[in-house]
Structure formats: C-alpha cells, structure tokens
C-alpha cells in the first residue's frame, strides 16, 4: 500500500474532463511539491507536471496540476483516446528522506 | 540533449545478482541525483532509491536496504544498480531516471524524476 493514495482506475470519455486525486501527508504533499508521470504500458514513463502546477515543454495545456493541503490533483481536459494510460503522483517526504510514488491510477477512455 | 542509456535485458536464476548500468550524457553527471525506479509485471511504479553521483552518498527504502546498492563511475558519467539475492518478484523492468532537487524558501523540498533511462527488463527465473 503506497503512502500517497490514489483510486486504482478512473474512466471517462472523450471531450470529457477528468480529475484525479492523490492524498498524502505533512511530510509528503502537504510540505513539498508535487509531481504526475504518465505511463503508457510498455514505454518509459514520462513527467507530465512539477512543482504542483507546471508543466514541461512539450506537455499540452489540457493538463493542469494543483495541491491544496496534503492532497494533490491532476486534471485532463479534452479527454482523447491517446491519453488512456497509467498515472502517478509523486513527492518527497522529509520525514522519512524518500521519494514517494502513488500507487497510480488506470485511466480509460470510453 | 540529456540522455540515459541503460543495458540490455537481464536473465537471472533465484538467490544470483544483477548490475544495470546507466550511461548519462548532455548534461554534467555529478549535479543531478540518480534514482533508480521499477515496474513489475501488473504492478506500479517502485522507487528503489537515489545516489548522489558527486558524492556517492545513496538512500534505499527499507524494502531494499541490504539487497541494492547504487555506485558511480564519475569519469564514465554512468551509474550503477545493483540488486542481490534475487527472487521471481524481482522479475520487473528497472529504469534509472536523472532527477531534480531543489529547496524552496521555507524548506520545501522539490524533488522530481525527469529524464529516465530506456528500461532494462531483468527476468528471474530457474
């Protein structure tokens, strides 16, 4: 069980906007910044946002971040097909000195 | 541009060892962390740990602790990770990926896997 909690899957369809949560602590989320990977199976994972809110070059604006709290999200609008993949949450956690990765959830475009 | 280039696919008994090795290049190796991160079958993303390549200072969790070790050949910009005692649950695609670290004002940490290596599949079995 991963320290930052995430829904194993979500789904939704294309057009749509969907919105996925990742709950943490004090010493994780709710002190340091938080990042989301994209993972599609069989590829090398990607980071999709960093520091909350940013995204890096080369990702479109259809993806946001942000934290409030010890929680964090994730938001996809204009859902296409081409985004149905796995995706992680991560942060630092200053208590224990590690980097955190949620469990991930499974995203599906109906 | 930067670039992490791992070693082929690995095929190893139970109890027997691997050493992944990641060349780093298009960037300087010793200013950015290098953790190392993996997938089992069916599974989620693992992180198994960081090294700092300037000083070679490592962290694990203590899942791994006294089973992984993570080295680093300066003059090669490559970095290493190795895992012992090998068990079929190890079977998994291990990627080494080049972080960042920074702290903000109030001590907040910023710390996020960027740049990651192609993967390399190692395979336990008898």
């Known amino acids: 069980q991963s320290v930052l909690t995430q829904p194993p899957s979500l789904s939704a369809a294309p057009g749509q906007k969907v919105t996925f949560s990742c709950s943490g602590s004090s010493s994780n989320i709710g002190n340091n910044y938080v990042s989301w990977y994209q993972h599609f199976p069989g590829t090398v994972p990607k980071l999709l946002i960093y520091d909350n809110d940013q995204r890096p070059s080369g990702i479109p604006a259809r993806f946001s971040g942000s934290k409030s709290g010890t929680s964090a999200t994730l938001v996809i609008t204009g859902l296409q097909t081409g985004d149905e993949a796995d995706y992680y949450c991560g942060a630092w956690d200053s208590r224990l000195n590690v980097m955190f990765l949620g469990g991930g959830t499974k995203l599906t475009v109906l | 541009q930067v670039q992490l280039v791992q070693t082929g696919a690995e095929v190893r008994r139970p109890g027997a060892s691997v050493t992944v090795s990641c060349r780093t290049s298009?960037?300087?190796?010793?200013?950015?962390?290098i953790n190392w991160v993996r997938q089992a079958t069916g599974q989620g993303l693992e992180w198994m740990g960081w090294m700092n390549p300037n000083s070679g200072n490592t962290y694990y969790p203590q899942k791994f602790q006294g089973r992984v070790t993570m080295t680093r050949d300066t003059s090669i910009s490559t970095a290493y990770m190795e895992l012992t005692n090998l068990r079929y649950e190890d079977t998994a695609v291990y990627y080494c990926?080049?972080?960042?670290?920074?702290?903000?004002?109030?001590?907040?940490?910023?710390?996020?896997?960027?740049?990651w290596g192609q993967g390399t599949r190692v395979t336990v079995a008898s």
């Open positions: 298009g960037y300087t190796f010793t200013n950015f962390d």
């Open positions: 990926v080049r972080a960042f670290r920074g702290t903000a004002f109030g001590g907040h940490i910023d710390y996020y896997l960027h740049y």
